[in-house]
């Protein structure tokens, strides 16, 4: 039977589909990967169009599938796009004196924290900061007695119409998902280094159509921010010379370099648009880098001002954008920051005949990340030649069953689906509704035993006493006359 891992990464203007195998020693072996323009459905990495999106996804496993020749029972799936954002949020328990910490009041902080209601907006996950113990902060409160406890979180968050319409892609395609997971999350956990993340640091996917902005620091997430700017706004502004999208791209691809010293600037070169026009050296480099200076300055415009010159890892850079000449210089210069990293592929060691997994041009670090993070056989039954065989889609999303998180799974990237959700609320509603069923059983049961109680007690055996003797003196009196 086959045995393979398969992730679906939803991106700025494509969806890439990836299948590989874990082996023994850690590394991965890529058994195919595919890609699908997504231009026409998928816009800043959100969807805006269900029914391409559903018709680009399902164009993705088949493709997978005719590679693997096995049918693909669930996925992985990355969630990044426009408007996800963290914002922090306090919960304070106040206790009785000298009450010590249990897991309980953990939880209970961590299940308010989820409870908060955002106007149009969804948790997609909940990342701990720190707690506080009356007034020292711990990573762990449990055990210790304070009066006070308060639970620093941050949560991430996107629009509900967006998380919505991709949990319905997948349920029209009929795709089940294994997990779903923040793409950041998993691309940091890819990319980054325990030194970086310890001594903290910056890390700067720059896509197509968005730039994605996560800070780190002492090993904890602390802020994420997806910015709506990304290399195609340079594309989209050569346009303006008066050329076609194909031929700006080619052009900036070619001769753009995201930083050129005035020295190296040549006043009468120029640069071919076509056979009849051409543009100048210095408009060409000036256009170029006033909006990756746009894009550089609002990326480092989400680093909180706590953390600014505390991050020892520094600036690390990964995506399609991170390829332009002089990237890291740039960003050098507009930050002021000395160290600045360009990561290219991921830490675990890939496997992989596939020039788009060899090129190491940080395209694929965030679709490899997430594969890294698949533990589950996503291999359904083989595809046979067989003209007479029966076979049963194995990507049925309804015969797949529902996975549950649990509170402590917050901060792994892990988002819940429609569907898991319903399932957590249904449970949670049955267990309300058995917890009043057994408060009021036990109350019937507490007025039974006051009841006994009081028929038992010798007040009420006099009561009843002087009761009945004054019914018989009644009934006395009665017979004699």
Same mark, same amino acid.
């Given at each position: 039977?086959?045995?393979? !891992?398969?992730?679906? #990464?939803?991106?700025?203007?494509?969806?890439?589909?990836?299948?590989?195998?874990?082996?023994?020693?850690?590394?991965?072996?890529? *058994?195919?990967?595919?890609?699908?323009?997504?231009?026409?459905? !998928?816009?800043?990495?959100?969807?805006?169009? !269900?029914?391409?999106?559903?018709?680009?996804?399902?164009? =993705?496993?088949k493709k997978?599938?005719?590679i693997l020749k096995t049918k693909i029972a669930r996925v992985y799936v990355g969630v990044n796009g426009q408007s996800i954002?963290? #914002?922090?949020?306090?919960?304070?328990? %106040?206790?009785?004196?000298?009450?010590?910490?249990?897991?309980?009041?953990?939880?209970?902080?961590?299940?308010?924290?989820?409870?908060?209601?955002?106007?149009? $907006?969804?948790?997609l996950d909940? =990342?701990? %900061? #720190?707690?506080?113990?009356?007034?020292?902060? $711990?990573?762990?409160?449990?055990? @210790?007695?304070?009066?006070?406890?308060?639970?620093? @979180? *941050?949560?991430?968050?996107?629009?509900?119409?967006f998380y919505r319409n991709l949990n319905r892609c997948f349920?029209?395609?009929?795709?089940?998902?294994a997990e779903m997971y923040l793409s950041p999350l998993a691309l940091a956990?890819?990319?980054?280094?325990?030194?970086?993340?310890?001594?903290?640091?910056?890390?700067?996917?720059l896509g197509a159509e968005t730039t994605t902005v996560a800070v780190y620091y002492r090993d904890i997430l602390r802020h994420l921010a997806v910015i709506p700017l990304g290399s195609n706004n340079i594309t989209k502004d050569l346009t303006s010379l008066q050329m076609e999208d194909k031929t700006a791209e080619e052009m900036k691809l070619?001769?753009?370099?995201?930083?050129?010293?005035?020295?190296?600037?040549?006043?009468?070169?120029?640069?071919?648009?076509?056979?009849?026009?051409?543009?100048?050296?210095?408009?060409?480099?000036?256009?170029?880098?006033?909006?990756? $200076? #746009?894009i550089i300055e609002n990326a480092w415009h989400q680093v909180p001002d706590e953390y600014v010159g505390k991050l020892l890892g520094g600036i690390v850079l990964t995506g399609g954008g991170s390829n332009m000449k002089e990237i890291g210089k740039a960003f050098k210069i507009l930050t002021h920051t000395d160290k600045v990293r360009i990561a290219g592929s991921v830490t675990t060691t890939i496997i992989s005949k596939s020039p788009a997994i060899t090129a190491k041009d940080g395209t694929m670090c965030t679709v490899?990340?997430?594969?890294?993070?698949?533990?589950?056989?996503?291999?359904?039954?083989?595809?046979?030649?067989?003209? @007479? %065989?029966?076979? %049963?889609?194995?990507?049925?999303?309804?015969? $797949?069953?529902?996975?549950?998180?649990?509170t402590t799974e917050n901060g792994k990237g892990i988002i819940k689906t429609e569907a898991e959700k319903a399932a957590e609320e249904a449970a949670k509603r049955k267990q309300e509704e058995e917890e009043e069923r057994r408060r009021q059983q036990e109350a019937e049961e507490e007025e039974e035993r006051r009841r006994k109680k009081r028929e038992n007690s010798w007040f009420h055996k006099a009561v009843n006493g002087l009761k009945s003797f004054g019914r018989k003196m009644v009934e006395e009196e009665e017979d004699e006359k």
């Open positions: 039977m086959a045995d393979f !891992i398969v992730a679906i #990464e939803l991106g700025s203007s494509k969806i890439t589909g990836i299948a590989g195998k874990k082996n023994l020693d850690g590394s991965i072996k890529v *058994l195919a990967v595919v890609k699908e323009d997504a231009t026409s459905c !998928i816009r800043k990495g959100v969807v805006n169009n !269900i029914d391409k999106t559903v018709q680009a996804l399902s164009n =993705v496993i997978l599938e005719n954002r963290s #914002e922090k949020n306090i919960i304070v328990k %106040q206790l009785p004196a000298d009450t010590k910490v249990t897991v309980d009041m953990v939880n209970g902080l961590m299940d308010a924290n989820r409870s908060m209601q955002y106007p149009d $907006q969804e948790i909940a =990342v701990t %900061q #720190e707690y506080k113990v009356d007034n020292q902060l $711990q990573v762990d409160p449990t055990g @210790f007695i304070c009066t006070r406890l308060e639970g620093n @979180f *941050l949560n991430i968050l996107w629009r509900k119409s349920e029209n395609a009929g795709i089940a998902i956990d890819a990319v980054l280094t325990d030194a970086e993340r310890r001594g903290g640091c910056v890390l700067v996917d070619k001769y753009a370099a995201a930083y050129t010293d005035s020295s190296e600037i040549d006043m009468g070169k120029t640069y071919p648009i076509d056979h009849d026009r051409s543009i100048d050296m210095p408009k060409f480099v000036e256009i170029v880098e006033a909006r990756v $200076q #746009e490899l990340g997430l594969l890294a993070k698949g533990n589950m056989n996503c291999a359904g039954s083989e595809i046979s030649d067989s003209l @007479f %065989q029966n076979e %049963q889609p194995a990507n049925n999303a309804s015969a $797949q069953p529902i996975l549950t998180h649990s």
